[in-house]
């Protein structure tokens, strides 16, 4: 049986894993030869991460905050 510590590493490690990864396909998207954005584009994606960031972090000490989906406006 697994203990609260050991499911809490795993799943950790996995998750953040996973979100390294998505952050590193997420890179992919500069590639100005397929893409085309603008600077307010990567401003908006780089606050919403940010804000996501903050909000995980606060939930660790205890502070609760609103999900929100992300899109460009």
Known sequence: METKRERF??????????ILEMMRLLGN????SNYEYSDDDVRQ???ALEKELKNTKNRF????????RF???
């Open 61 to 68: 000490m205890g502070i609760e905050a609103k999900e929100e």
């Open 71 to 73: 899109t460009l406006k």
């Open 9 to 18: 590493v795993r799943l950790a490690e996995a998750r953040t894993n996973k």
């Open 45 to 47: 994606i780089f606050t």
């Open 29 to 32: 998207c500069s590639s100005k």
